[in-house]
């Protein structure tokens, strides 16, 4: 069974930083893609961005060039690297684990976590 473990979301001023940390267990982690998701109440969940396993990676337009998805196999951790925050940014972010890195892009992940708050204020 796999578990995720989000970390690092908070508080951060418009044009502030943070890095997510997404902590798995199991031992499938190098050989699966992984990804990010966020959500705000009354929206529908979206993909922020996706890793595979061979670090082909895969960004939202909304975030593209402000975030940067990375993952450390040793570590059995993804990263979400995000700088420029905006208001609009503010959502639980969720990351995801799945065999396919289509799987991933498309919602169907195995595995998800329980998510962390960023909220960014103006």
């Known amino acids: 069974q796999v578990q995720l473990v989000e970390s690092g979301g908070g508080l951060v001023q418009a044009g502030g930083s943070l890095r997510l940390s997404c902590a798995a267990s199991?031992?499938?982690?190098?050989?699966?893609?992984m990804g990010w998701f966020r959500q705000t109440p009354g929206k529908e969940r979206e993909i922020v961005g996706a890793?595979?396993?061979?670090?082909?990676?895969y960004y939202a337009n909304s975030v593209k060039g402000r975030f940067t998805i990375s993952r450390d196999n040793a570590k059995n951790t993804v990263y979400l690297q995000m700088i420029s925050l905006k208001p609009e940014d503010t959502a639980v972010y969720y990351c995801?684990?799945?065999?396919?890195?289509?799987?991933?892009?498309?919602?169907?992940?195995?595995?998800w976590g329980q998510g962390t708050q960023v909220t960014v204020s103006p």
């Open positions: 995801v684990q799945a065999g396919q890195f289509g799987a991933v892009l498309h919602g169907r992940s195995d595995y």
């Open positions: 199991g031992r499938t982690f190098s050989t699966s893609a």
């Open positions: 890793i595979s396993r061979d670090s082909v990676t």
